[in-house]
C-alpha cells in the first residue's frame, strides 16, 4: 500500500482550524485527519511548509476561463476553461450555460460529455430561461421560456446537474417538476418574481437562488411589476426560508463589503455558497471580449477586475475563487472555516455530492489545495495527486 501524507500544514475543517495537522491519503482518498501525530512510516511524505491544507473548491456557477467559454461548444473551450479555474484552486467544477440556441446548447453538452474533464460534476443549465426585463449581460435574442420538448433534451444527456429558470415564466413549475425527478439542484436566477411565485416554485422543488442581488426582484422592482400593496421578493423569501440557499460573487465589485457581511450573518455559511460567475476573461490581459458564444455572444469589457457590458452594467466576474475567499476575509468578520466552507462543503451539499467531496474527511476524494497564509493557491493536488502545469 502506497500512502501520501500531507504535514507541518493547518487543515481547514468545517468547524475549526486544526494546526500542525497530518492528513494521510490512499488510492485517491483521505483516509485520516489528525494532529500531532507521526505520519505512517511507508507514507510519501508532502510538506506543506506552513501552509494551510484545504479541501478543493467546488464552483456551481461559472461560464468560462483562460479565453474559453463553455458556450464556445467545442472540448478545447472545456479543457482550457476548467484548467484555468484549476490554477485558481477549483476542484470541482460545474459548467454553466448562458442564453443561445438550442443548437448552442446542445453543442456545449456534446462538448462537456466528449472533453471528460476530470474536475467536471455536471452541468448547470443556466440559460435560456430568463425573465425578459432580467437577462442581463446575456444575449437576449437567445432568452426563452422553457418548453418540455425543449429542455427534455438537455436533461436526457444526463449530465444536468443544476437547473435554473426564472419562476415567474409560463412552463416553470412543470420545469422545476422535471427537474426534481432529474435529482438536480433547481434553482431560480435572473427573475423579477415574487413571493408567491418563489412559494409556487418552491413547492415544484426549487431551493436556491443565483447570485444573490443580482439579476433578482426587489420589492421595489414588483411594484413597478405588479403595483400596489407592494410585494415581498426573492430576497425575503430567501432570508425567510430556511430550506433556501443561495450563492455571492465576493470579488469586490459586484458586492459591497456590507452586502457581503450582510449575507452571511443574516444567511449563514450552511446556506450561502461562494461562486465566481466567472467569464472567459479570467487569466486574459484587460480588452473586449464575448460573453457565451465565441461568434453570436454579447460583447464586454474587461478591466482585469470585472467584466462590463458595454452599456456599462457588470458583466460577470474575471477572477478565480481563491480571489473570491480572499476578499471575503478581508472585507468581514466570517472565520477561515466558514469561508472555506461556503466555497467547499456547502455547494458539494447542494448538489448532492457532499459524501465524496468539499471537506478534508475520511473516505473523501483526496482533493486538497496547499494555501499561503495569505490564501493563494501553492499546490493543487486531485485525488492526492499533485497537478503539475499550473503556473
Not at 47 to 53: E, G
Not at 314 to 335: K, N, P, Y
Request: net charge neutral.
Amino acid at each position: 500500500m502506497t500512502l501520501t501524507a500531507f504535514v507541518r500544514g493547518t487543515a481547514i475543517l468545517p468547524d475549526r482550524l486544526l494546526r500542525n495537522a497530518v492528513v494521510v491519503c490512499d488510492k485517491g482518498k483521505i483516509i485520516s485527519v489528525d494532529a500531532d501525530v507521526e505520519p505512517p512510516s511507508n507514507a510519501t511524505i508532502i510538506d506543506a511548509k506552513n501552509c494551510y491544507i484545504s479541501p478543493g473548491f467546488i464552483d456551481i456557477h461559472v461560464h468560462g476561463g483562460g479565453g474559453a467559454d463553455f458556450m464556445d461548444g467545442t472540448t478545447e473551450a472545456f479543457q482550457v476553461a476548467c484548467h484555468a479555474h484549476l490554477r485558481h484552486g477549483t476542484t470541482t467544477i460545474f459548467p454553466t450555460t448562458t442564453t443561445g440556441s438550442s443548437t448552442q446548447i446542445m453543442a456545449m453538452l456534446r462538448a462537456c460529455r466528449d472533453a471528460m474533464v476530470p474536475t467536471v460534476g455536471g452541468v448547470h443549465l443556466y440559460g435560456p430561461y430568463f425573465a425578459e426585463n432580467k437577462v442581463g449581460c446575456h444575449d437576449s435574442k437567445g432568452r426563452r421560456d422553457p418548453k418540455e420538448r425543449e429542455f427534455a433534451r438537455y436533461f436526457d444527456t444526463g449530465l444536468i446537474k443544476i437547473a435554473t429558470c426564472a419562476a415567474e415564466l409560463p412552463g416553470a413549475v412543470e420545469f422545476y417538476r422535471y427537474a426534481r425527478r432529474r435529482r438536480c439542484l433547481i434553482t431560480c436566477g435572473h427573475s423579477n418574481s415574487s413571493w408567491q411565485e418563489m412559494d409556487d416554485a418552491f413547492r415544484a422543488g426549487m431551493r436556491h437562488v443565483d447570485h444573490f442581488w443580482c439579476a433578482m426582484s426587489s420589492v421595489v422592482s414588483l411594484r413597478e411589476r405588479l403595483g400596489t400593496p407592494m410585494q415581498a421578493s426573492m430576497t425575503e423569501f430567501v432570508l425567510a426560508n430556511h430550506e433556501m440557499s443561495t450563492e455571492v460573487i465576493a470579488d469586490g465589485e459586484h458586492l459591497a463589503p456590507e452586502l457581503l457581511t450582510f449575507a452571511y450573518r443574516m444567511i449563514g455559511p450552511k446556506r450561502l455558497c461562494l461562486v465566481t460567475d466567472c467569464n472567459r476573461a479570467l487569466d486574459m490581459p484587460p480588452g473586449r471580449y464575448r460573453f457565451g458564444h465565441i461568434d453570436t455572444g454579447t460583447w464586454f469589457e474587461s478591466d482585469g477586475s470585472v467584466g462590463r457590458a458595454l452599456s456599462g452594467s457588470l458583466a460577470s466576474s474575471v477572477v478565480g475563487m481563491d480571489h473570491m475567499v480572499r476578499h471575503f476575509r478581508e472585507v468581514t468578520d466570517a472565520t477561515l472555516p466558514d469561508i472555506i466552507r461556503m466555497a467547499s462543503l456547502t455547494p458539494a451539499e447542494r448538489v448532492g455530492i457532499a459524501s465524496i467531496a468539499g471537506s478534508l474527511d475520511e473516505g473523501k476524494r483526496a482533493d486538497i489545495l496547499l494555501l499561503s497564509k495569505d490564501l493563494k493557491v501553492k499546490k493543487v493536488f486531485l485525488k492526492g495527486k499533485e497537478v503539475d502545469g499550473l503556473n
